[in-house]
């Protein structure tokens, strides 16, 4: 007898395109949300998937700090020539430069915190009504309560307390004329999933992610990139060894993992075999237990 | 853990929910669950092992993994629902955690929404209570094919064959006359791990599986609705590229049944037949299509469609009606207004609707009609009648539960206020 049951990655790739239909058919000017990183990449491959044979039909949005791995920004130009996609590009640096933000100064000074003016007056620019991303309820515990559809107020806040409930796959997309949402196509997912799903589908990622000799230095236990965008104390000293990242986001924020593994499988292997969470390696995270519930109250992403 | 990576990639996605508060044990169970299937990292541990410690507690608290709001860690209890993940070799779960207490029903309700299986905890000192019967009723309501009672603190009752044997006796006589088609009773203790992961050294006497046992062999095969045809069309596509150029492709996620090529099939409203000309993903055209998989359907004839509309089996067609009988959980401050105006989200339709008629409000403690309630407030379950503005396509939320629910917004606030279950 035939049996009608789908494995977890296509109920995964099912759910998430289901999502990514209804945010194009709820909203009128929506916005993928892309930093060149394995989640959003995912995404925009499910995007792609969604709509076959027709383009995906919003643009894709850099949040750019400026302090991209140089890796990062050559992987998005050809990713999005490739699938013929808009990309639309909010400068950290125009928000600095317009006096928007102030940058912040030290050892540890990052513009991680800065995105999400950039981010909140990109989507005032462009009248984005939904920004979609590829964060997941696994990554942390403030992320664990997101909905699919997240509602924010016109000053782009979260409001954990007072969220909309959320029954099973029916979402509540309607607002208030400058409100907006939030969309997580791949909530459900976790690191291993999405490792999988990679492998399964064959998608190209930027090298950071695979083991590669690199110039490192050692800061609170998490190996940091040399870059000029770093102020380095004294006895940080320079290394060169192998090592890859789990996750990416800018060279002031995103830490390596020392690691051989150099193909997806290994990749696979030791994602299974790891006993730290993938967001370890990122000190933006770690500046308090509340670290990341107060940022996403503020709007970021 | 099994480190071979192609062991991971065929695994079925189980959704469970559990309901509770920190005394029944339901955090301690999470935890268990999770620590023991390795589903813990190191970083997560140290960080709630600081954490207890700072508020001078003796064990590590595992409640502080699932409480991920600053306000549930200080008051020490869950409010929202929260999503957790973890998979063995079998399978791969995700966890639906919702609060147990009465004025959270609206969050139960939510969490029990998507789950395939819910875990019901019962004290072994204090058998069924209160809460066992609206925690077994949210489950029957919402349609949740699977429910497992764990009657947890075993420990404290010696292990007593003859104390669980009592509690499993009354809960199927309570659960009989509910609407639960498969249910399971297992002896653990969280705190101990009794019947959790790893069996029972404790109970010789129970010969059954332990909880993870269960969970990963479950059958789930047939929880989707696999009879009748239901198509909600979602978004059309029509790419409009010389290549494509006649192209009209009907996007959406099948709600049940199963579609092949060639079907002769009806779309809804405008009842015009026509045949499945293709099946069509990016991988390429499919031979068969079933609930959940989202794919893009092209039809024989030109014929107008859009979103909101369905396609369904010419033989086998939904109900079809304006007038529709609901029991809905209400989940807004703002009580549910009699001759109201709401706006309705059903499938891919959205339409308004008024509150034609409160039948009655249920005490979701002893399942008592409350035929002369009329005040239906937050977390309250009522009978309502609707009458919405055109017709909606739908089945019974027991036939079916994606045909068969739908949510009422408040057009004022546009706040989700009700969960409606179809009556058939």
Not at chain 1, 248 to 274: H, N, P, Q, R, Y
Not at chain 2, 236 to 257: K, S
Request: aromatic fraction near 8%; hydrophobic fraction near 35%; include cysteine.
């Amino acid at each position: 007898m035939q049996t009608y049951n789908l494995k977890h990655l296509k109920e995964l790739e099912s759910e998430a395109i289901y999502v990514v239909r209804e945010v194009a058919s709820q909203f009128e000017n929506p916005v993928l949300l892309f930093s060149g990183g394995k989640d959003s990449i995912v995404c925009a491959h499910i995007a792609r998937k969604a709509f076959y044979p027709a383009k995906i039909p919003f643009p894709l949005m850099h949040v750019d700090t400026g302090h991209n791995f140089p890796e990062t920004i050559e992987f998005r130009d050809k990713f999005i020539k490739e699938i013929g996609a808009n990309l639309i590009v909010a400068s950290v640096q125009d928000s600095i430069d317009q006096g928007r933000v102030v940058e912040e100064k030290g050892f540890n000074a990052s513009r991680n915190g800065l995105q999400t003016t950039t981010l909140l007056d990109a989507i005032e620019e462009h009248k984005f009504d939904a920004a979609m991303g590829g964060a997941r309820r696994d990554e942390e515990k403030a992320r664990a309560k997101e909905r699919f559809f997240s509602h924010r107020d016109e000053f782009g806040q979260w409001d954990p307390k007072n969220q909309r409930p959320e029954l099973w796959n029916i979402f509540n997309g309607m607002k208030q004329f400058g409100e907006n949402f939030r969309v997580f196509p791949i909530s459900n997912w976790t690191e291993m999933d999405v490792w999988q799903y990679v492998l399964a589908e064959g998608i190209e990622l930027p090298p950071l992610y695979f083991a590669h000799e690199r110039e490192v230095f050692s800061r609170d236990g998490v190996l940091m990139s040399t870059s000029d965008f770093i102020e380095q104390k004294e006895e940080e000293k320079n290394m060169k060894t192998t090592v890859r990242f789990r996750t990416i986001g800018d060279m002031t924020c995103t830490g390596a993992v020392s690691s051989e593994a150099d193909t997806l499988e290994k990749i696979i292997e030791e994602v299974a075999a790891t006993r730290t969470t993938e967001r370890g390696t990122r000190s933006d995270d770690k500046r308090s237990e509340a670290a990341m519930e107060d940022r996403k109250k503020q709007g970021y992403f | 853990m099994n480190n071979d990576p192609n062991t991971y990639l065929d695994m079925e996605l189980l959704r469970f929910s559990t309901a509770g508060s920190v005394d029944d044990g339901k955090s301690t169970l999470i935890g268990r669950l999770l620590y023991d299937s390795k589903s813990i990292f190191e970083d997560q541990y140290e960080a709630i092992e600081q954490s207890s410690k700072k508020k001078g507690e003796e064990q590590v608290n595992l409640a502080l993994l699932t409480d991920g709001l600053r306000s549930e860690r200080e008051q020490g209890i869950t409010i929202d629902v929260a999503y957790r993940y973890f998979a063995t070799p079998k399978r791969k779960f995700i966890i639906a955690d919702t609060p147990g207490h009465i004025q959270y029903t609206r969050n139960m309700v939510t969490g029990a929404s998507t789950s395939n299986l819910s875990i019901i905890l019962i004290d072994a000192r204090k058998g069924i209570i209160e809460q066992t019967h609206r925690h077994t009723f949210i489950a029957s309501l919402l349609g949740i094919p699977h429910v497992v009672f764990c009657i947890n603190k075993m420990d404290l009752v010696d292990y007593d064959e003859a104390t669980f044997e009592r509690i499993k006796k009354e809960t199927e006589a309570f659960a009989s006359k509910l609407a639960v088609k498969d249910i399971h009773f297992i002896p653990i203790s969280a705190l101990k791990g009794d019947n959790v992961v790893n069996k029972s050294e404790n109970m010789p006497w129970y010969k059954g599986g332990t909880l993870l046992y269960l969970l990963e062999n479950i059958h789930i095969g047939s929880d989707h609705n696999h009879i009748d045809c239901r198509f909600p069309v979602q978004y059309v596509i029509r790419p409009q590229t010389d290549e494509f150029h006649d192209y009209r492709g009907y996007a959406g996620r099948i709600a049940g049944g199963v579609f092949k090529p060639g079907d002769k099939v009806v779309a809804l409203p405008s009842g015009f037949s026509t045949t499945v000309k293709s099946i069509d993903t990016f991988d390429g055209e499919v031979e068969e299509a079933f609930a959940p998989m989202s794919v893009t359907m092209t039809l024989e004839d030109e014929i107008d469609i859009s979103r909101g509309d369905m396609i369904v089996r010419e033989n086998n067609q939904p109900e079809v009606s304006q007038d529709i009988e609901v029991m809905v959980c209400w989940m807004s401050e703002r009580p549910l207004q009699l001759r109201g105006k709401y706006a309705v989200k059903h499938t891919s339709n959205d339409a308004r609707c008024i509150v034609k008629d409160i039948k009655y409000k249920l005490d979701i403690n002893t399942l008592h009609r409350l035929e002369d309630e009329k005040d239906i407030a937050m977390n309250d379950i009522a009978r309502v009648s609707l009458r919405t503005t055109k017709p909606l396509f739908f089945d019974a939320y027991q036939k079916n539960r994606v045909s068969g629910s739908l949510i009422i917004i408040d057009e004022a606030t546009n706040e989700t206020v009700g969960a409606g279950m179809i009556v058939g």
